[in-house]
C-alpha cells in the first residue's frame, strides 16, 4: 500500500509560517505531479499548489500565489510547501497528492491559523 506521509502542521498566529513536506515511495513521486490540496469545515476539497515530475512548472490558487511556495527534492522525494503571511481563511486540513500516473493521497494534515 503505498503510503504519502506528511508532517510539518499545526497552529500558527495570524502572519506567521509553516512548512509542510510530504514523503512518498520514489517511484511514485519522480512519475507524478505533486502538490497540495485543502480541506475547511462545509468547505469542498481545493488546489492549493502542484509542481510538475521535474520540478520546472508548478501552479497555485489564486488565493496562495505570493504566500505560497512549492518546491521538490528528488534527492528525499519529499515535496514541500512553504507557506507565509497565513490567514485565517488558511485554516483547514492539508492533504498532499501524487497524480498522474497514479492517483494517491495522504492522510492529511491540520494547519490552524489564529487571529
Known amino acids: 500500500q503505498v503510503q504519502l506521509v506528511e508532517s510539518g502542521g499545526g497552529l500558527v498566529p495570524a502572519g506567521g509560517s509553516l512548512r509542510l513536506s510530504c514523503a512518498a515511495p520514489?517511484?511514485?513521486?519522480?512519475?507524478?505531479?505533486m502538490g497540495w490540496y485543502r480541506q475547511a469545515p462545509g468547505n469542498q476539497r481545493e488546489l492549493v499548489a502542484g509542481i510538475i515530475p521535474n520540478g520546472g512548472a508548478t501552479n497555485y490558487a489564486d488565493s496562495v500565489k505570493g504566500r505560497f511556495t512549492i518546491s521538490r527534492d528528488n534527492a528525499k522525494n519529499t515535496v514541500y510547501l512553504q507557506m507565509n503571511s497565513l490567514k485565517p481563511e488558511d485554516t483547514a486540513v492539508y492533504y498532499c497528492?501524487?497524480?498522474?500516473?497514479?492517483?494517491?493521497w495522504g492522510q492529511g494534515t491540520q494547519v490552524t491559523v489564529s487571529s
Open positions: 497528492r501524487a497524480w498522474g500516473r497514479d492517483n494517491y
Open positions: 520514489g517511484s511514485v513521486f519522480s512519475s507524478n505531479v
